[in-house]
């Protein structure tokens, strides 16, 4: 039905950059919203950023960010190509995760609100 599938992590130094790309395919493909999440070993999976496919706003935005990343991450999306980014900036070793992409019907914080997900990408920041 939707495949979703996520390219660009990667091993980085502290301060290091890297952009994550998110791929969907699928007959008839059509979603609200794409977010980003990301697991570390033995923790919860959380919200990382959100953004809307279309005008759609959420909280007065297209954009959404969890407070840990804002200024520091940035989501885009090419909706010609079904394609979702996250560019991250200024990591640290605390951003070392499995980030995954994820479709919703619309924005939203919470895991339990996403119908698709991808495979995920290694991220590791480490010095």
């Known amino acids: 039905q939707v495949q979703l599938v996520e390219s660009g992590g990667g091993l980085v130094q502290p301060g290091g950059s890297l952009r994550l790309s998110c791929a969907a395919s699928g007959r008839a493909f059509r979603t609200g919203a794409m977010g980003w999440f990301r697991q570390a070993p033995g923790k919860e999976r959380e919200f990382v950023a959100a953004?809307?496919?279309?005008?759609?706003?959420?909280?007065?935005?297209?954009?959404s960010y969890a407070d840990s990343v804002k200024g520091r991450f940035t989501i885009s999306r090419d909706n010609a190509k079904n394609t979702v980014y996250l560019r991250l900036n200024s990591l640290e070793p605390e951003d070392t995760a499995v980030y995954y992409c994820a479709s919703a019907k619309k924005m939203g914080w919470a895991a339990d609100e996403y119908d698709y997900w991808g495979q995920g990408t290694q991220v590791t920041v480490s010095s």
């Open positions: 953004i809307s496919w279309n005008g759609y706003t959420w909280n007065g935005g297209s954009t």
